[in-house]
């Protein structure tokens, strides 16, 4: 079944190193998101891509790339961590142009970052 | 700028009682509001969505472009209801605001 998954599901590192996060999604939607998940601010959005080759910032995108080489994938850099992006980050796909605000999650990456 | 208010971080309630959970935003185009529902231990997923006007799990919401909300409401909660939900707002193709979130958990 086609479906949309993220690794690593848990992930703990130390301030100042570089980390990534994997999105990979096999349904060949066009959108992909990446959100990160708060207490107290719900979810977020961090970087976004309408394609390949296309990316874009979202409201909390300081501290984070994402790079989109092929449709299936939309990896989420955290290029010097720091204890403030300890969170839970969801990656989402969409058809393209549905424009239908349906959204399809995966499971969540849970980051610390001591 | 848009904005999407949840005002209820946590709304208890017995089996069988009603339920509405808050949703009001904020924008200057014509919305498209939604509800997303996450239960423990599975993915965020889509509930409903204003357009459809569908009830879905029993639940329905309307939206009220007058006092800007899009509670979601269901009259008779059971306790498979219990989890984590969270109003979007569209503002562009697929780009979704979150508000923060209301956890519902519903006692036997």
């Known amino acids: 079944d086609a479906e949309i998954t993220q690794s690593p599901r848990h992930k703990i590192t130390e301030t100042g190193r570089q980390v990534t996060l994997a999105c990979h999604q096999t349904w060949n939607h066009n959108n992909m998101f990446w959100y990160r998940q708060d207490l107290g601010h719900g979810l977020r959005l961090i970087h976004y891509?309408?394609?390949?080759?296309?990316?874009n910032k979202g409201e909390v995108s300081d501290g984070y790339s994402v790079s989109r080489s092929n449709t299936e994938d939309l990896p989420l850099t955290l290029e010097s961590a720091a204890s403030s992006q300890t969170s839970v980050y969801f990656c989402?796909?969409?058809?393209?142009?549905?424009?239908?605000?349906?959204?399809?999650f995966g499971e969540g990456s849970r980051l610390t970052v001591l | 700028a848009q904005r999407v208010t949840q005002p209820e971080k946590l709304l208890s309630v017995f089996k069988g009682a009603p339920v509405e959970l808050k949703c009001n935003y904020s924008y200057s185009g014509s919305p498209e509001l939604f509800w997303y529902v996450q239960y423990s231990r599975q993915r965020l997923q889509l509930l409903l969505r204003?357009?459809s006007r569908e009830s879905i799990k029993g639940f329905t919401a309307d939206l009220n472009k007058g006092e800007t909300s899009f509670h979601l409401k269901k009259p008779f909660a059971q306790e498979e209801d219990s989890a984590m939900y969270y109003c979007a707002l569209q503002y562009n193709t697929d780009k979704l605001i979150f508000g923060t979130g209301t956890r519902l958990q519903v006692f036997p």
């Open positions: 989402a796909s969409s058809f393209q142009t549905s424009g239908s605000g349906e959204l399809f």
């Open positions: 204003h357009i």
């Open positions: 891509s309408y394609g390949v080759q296309d990316t």
